[in-house]
């Protein structure tokens, strides 16, 4: 039981460190500063992430659940940098 409460805090820590709640938090401000009302950011934010979760489930299926969360979290990271120096 340790190594997996071991694996389950570590998923816990770099889904926190990859800083995606910061784009749910703050998507109506920065899409605000782009010329994007309220509205169609919530949809827009909400409408990538659903379609992130239809393709990973696809995805997982063929390539596995330990590369799919190393790449996910590297992709999600670099553009989170480039969300941030961005602005």
């Known amino acids: 039981m ?3 409460t071991y694996i389950g805090l570590i998923m816990a820590v770099l889904q926190q460190l990859t800083g995606v709640n910061i784009i749910y938090f703050y998507s109506n401000q ?6 994007i009302d309220a509205g169609t950011a919530t949809l827009l934010v909400q409408g990538f992430s659903l379609l992130g979760v239809l393709m990973g489930i696809v995805i997982t299926g063929y390539v596995g659940r ?3 969360m190393f790449w996910s979290s590297l992709i999600m990271s670099a553009l989170l940098i480039g969300t941030g120096i961005s602005l």
């Not at 920065?30 to 010329?35: D, P, Q, T, V």
């Open 2 to 4: 340790r190594r997996a």
């Open 30 to 35: 920065i899409l605000n500063n782009c010329g």
């Open 66 to 68: 330990k590369t799919i």
